[in-house]
């Protein structure tokens, strides 16, 4: 069965930096569009990023643009978000996230997640 698990979350300072992995299987890795999200408890999902399984291309929401990094290694079946300058608002729960049909524009409904890795970034 479908499985993606997350880890690489937790606490870290203002400007600082993480980098969170999803190790998936069960699946082929390179038919589906694969990507994050993030949800705060008693909001709504966010898509944050996203990489294309045609063409590699990458999609970012505008709060994630320049900062963070997505990246696939389809020889390890892994995503990898790095994510730089990190600041409070990115204080979320990140979800690693596939679907086949829906494009990388709305990976917030994603069909697929796994149990999420908790971000936490604070002084």
């Known amino acids: 069965q479908v499985q993606l698990v997350e880890s690489g979350g937790g606490l870290v300072q203002p400007g600082g930096s993480l980098t969170l992995s999803c190790a998936a299987s069960?699946?082929?890795?390179?038919?589906?569009?694969i990507g994050w999200f993030r949800q705060v408890p008693g909001k709504e999902r966010e898509g944050v990023s996203c990489i294309d399984r045609s063409d590699g291309s990458t999609y970012y929401t505008y709060s994630a643009k320049d900062r963070f990094t997505i990246s696939r290694d389809n020889a390890k079946n892994t995503v990898y978000l790095q994510m730089n300058s990190l600041k409070p608002e990115d204080t979320a729960v990140y979800y690693c996230?596939?679907?086949?049909?829906?494009?990388?524009?709305?990976?917030?409904?994603?069909?697929?997640w796994g149990q999420g890795t908790q971000v936490i970034v604070s002084s």
């Open positions: 069960g699946f082929t890795f390179d038919e589906y569009h």
């Open positions: 996230a596939i679907d086949d049909i829906v494009d990388c524009t709305m990976v917030d409904v994603f069909g697929r």
